[in-house]
């Protein structure tokens, strides 16, 4: 490897000022997310993807959901525009089993148990990280199918201008800050406003009918070393947004919106010394949406969830070879329903405690991991989780991996409490997973090969009550199989990154394939920096899926293009086309509607540094 787990662990425990760069090498990828600590992505035994900063400029990406359609092991299904229900599917499991981070804040939503990024602009991105596979043990709740967590906060100093115009009635418009305030204060903002009209989103729609999404967000991040050896941060985030979609159960009815609201605030404090580092983070978010009749000639109904969480992280690197990480959560979610909605949940808030422990060590060509953890929820009680993996270096280039764990998932809001149909004696959706891996590190390419097993069990769906009324119930069994391969290598000045994966989701009673999950997938990202030039490629196909109606709908191949070209030092100049062969697909099928994807579109933009 090129450096130890121990190095990049004890050059985290560094005052934040510390330039990293100073421990860690410049080809070095340093992962937070799968374990709670900095690490070398080559220690991390966990199936991980980073998408950096050049990644996404050279891209000319612009939001989250580009960046992640072509990761292997990661499905994205719209239902519309990026603003519109989104699906993300982690190795087959649902969207509700992927933990969202966004700046070291869960933004999963209480009540429908999902994460909203679509309205996320890649522009405010600077990495993202993304753990295929069970990671309950670290993170508790919504883990079950991996973790897709999102940094905003950026280390250069910058004020960028950005302004963008597209076909479809695009328009954006972005601002970043960004860099030292003071000897000892850093900090970082970014406002993005944009637009659209949006297009056809279902077949038969007519033609003047489209469904488009206005939204403003807004992230700020601050970080002060008061002494040595303390640290205080802060960060926020907010998104206002409407967003307009179509009545899945009427066709060619009213166009309905959703108003929605969101906001997180956290604040840290942080004390190192030697080898201890100690973190505790306090935060509370909020996700309050308006859904009704666009037109406004009727009262819309609301929903709002609110989550209060405190965080205490500790880590030390004083054992010969081997990082601890301990730590203490505790969240507090609370619900309610309001305007046409004239009934509230039946029990509006609940409570978790969770406490666990990771160990890492490093012995020679040998890497192992284990974690524990244990949460007492106060809707099912008390639960434990566990994770252990193996990682051998057969020779400097040449990795085997070995991983196994449990998962649990807890009832939402909705599932627990809604009037009349919520079902409180739910019990968590739980797992087991067992993945080995091959991975492979050259001079001329690196590449990867894991296979994988999850089964699911006490998964919940709508079924009749012993009364024969419809509620959720644990009554689903599920099995996950599938192959993941990725290949990064460089052709001249031309950058290749290959991915494939073929899945297997099963519905273990019914012995049917899990609706919207492709049976294979392939991917192919060409990119090139010439002088002052970038350019990329994202070609994508995506296999049949089944879908709920019993039907599958057929395969398609889209491709996507990005240019970039550095007009001056201060000038650079963007064009991003989505679906630049126009392929006409469909991407659901849901109540009476056949959605389809978007034809061609496009967005320049141009992007001015102070």
Do not use: C
Request: cysteine-free; hydrophobic content about 35%.
């Amino acid at each position: 490897m090129n450096r130890s787990i121990l190095a990049i662990a004890v050059a985290s425990l560094l005052p934040s000022t510390y330039s990293l760069a100073q421990e860690v090498s410049v080809d070095e990828t340093v992962v937070v997310t799968a374990n709670r600590f900095e690490q070398s992505q080559q220690s991390v035994l966990a199936s991980t993807s980073v998408i950096t900063r050049e990644d996404i400029e050279v891209s000319q990406a612009t939001t989250a959901l580009d960046l992640l359609k072509t990761l292997p092991g990661v499905t994205i299904n719209s239902q519309g525009s990026k603003g519109n229900v989104t699906g993300i599917y982690i190795r087959g499991t649902a969207s509700k089993h992927t933990l969202v981070i966004v700046d070291g804040v869960r933004i999963n939503s209480p009540t429908a148990g999902e994460a909203s990024i679509g309205l996320i602009p890649a522009f405010a991105i600077e990495k993202i990280e993304v753990i295929r596979g069970p990671r309950a043990a670290v993170y508790g709740s919504d883990a079950m199918g991996g973790v897709i967590s999102i940094s905003t906060t950026g280390a250069a100093n910058t004020h960028e201008l950005l302004l963008g115009y597209g076909d479809q009635g695009q328009n954006q418009q972005g601002w970043k800050s960004s860099g030292q305030l003071s000897e000892a204060t850093k900090g970082s903002f970014i406002f993005n406003r944009e637009q659209s009209d949006g297009y056809r989103i279902y077949d038969g729609a007519p033609k003047d009918e489209t469904h488009g999404y206005d939204s403003q967000t807004v992230f700020g991040n601050l970080e002060h070393q008061l002494t040595e050896n303390w640290s205080l941060a802060f960060a926020g985030y907010s998104r206002d947004s409407e967003v307009e979609y179509a009545d899945q159960y009427v066709v060619d009815g009213p166009s309905k919106q959703t108003d929605g609201e969101f906001y997180s605030l956290t604040g840290k404090v942080r004390y190192w010394r030697d080898e201890f580092a100690s973190e505790l983070q306090v935060g509370s978010s909020k996700d309050h949406s308006e859904d009704g009749d666009a037109a406004g000639k009727i009262a819309k109904s609301t929903l709002t969830g609110e989550r209060q969480s405190v965080t205490w992280l500790n880590t030390y690197t004083g054992l010969n070879n081997i990082v601890l990480n301990a730590g203490l959560d505790y969240s507090k979610e609370e619900a309610k329903r309001g305007g046409t909605n004239t009934q509230d949940y039946d029990k509006s808030d609940k409570n978790n405690r969770a406490a666990f422990l990771t160990a890492l060590g490093e012995f020679g060509d040998l890497t192992a991991e284990a974690s524990v953890r244990r949460d007492d929820d106060s809707v099912f009680g008390g639960y434990n989780t566990w994770n252990v993996a193996v990682g051998y270096f057969l020779f400097d280039q040449f990795q085997l991996v070995a991983s196994s764990g449990t998962a649990f998932n807890a009832p939402t809001f909705n599932d627990l409490y809604w009037p009349q149909s919520g079902n409180p004696d739910l019990d968590p959706e739980e797992s087991r997973s067992t993945e080995v891996g091959v991975y492979g590190y050259h001079d001329l390419f690196d590449w990867s090969l894991v296979a994988y097993r999850s089964k699911f069990d006490n998964l919940i769906a709508w079924a009749p009550n012993s009364s024969g009324q419809w509620v959720p119930q644990n009554v689903n069994k599920a099995e996950m199989k599938g192959i993941e391969l990725a290949v990064d290598f460089s052709t001249g000045p031309i950058d290749h990154k290959l991915g494939a994966e073929w899945l297997d989701a099963v519905d273990e009673e019914t012995k049917e394939d899990l609706i919207r999950r492709p049976e294979h997938k392939f991917s192919w990202s060409p990119t090139i920096s010439v002088d002052k030039v970038d350019a990329s490629l994202t070609v994508l196909h995506t296999g049949e899926r089944p879908e709920s109606n019993g039907e599958y709908l057929p395969s398609y191949t889209t491709v996507d293009l990005g240019l970039g070209v550095r007009a001056t030092e201060q000038l650079k100049l963007g064009l991003r086309v989505n679906n630049l062969l126009d392929e006409e697909y469909q991407t659901a099928a849901s109540g009476t509607l056949d959605y389809i994807g978007a034809e061609r579109n496009l967005l320049a933009t141009l992007n001015y540094q102070f």
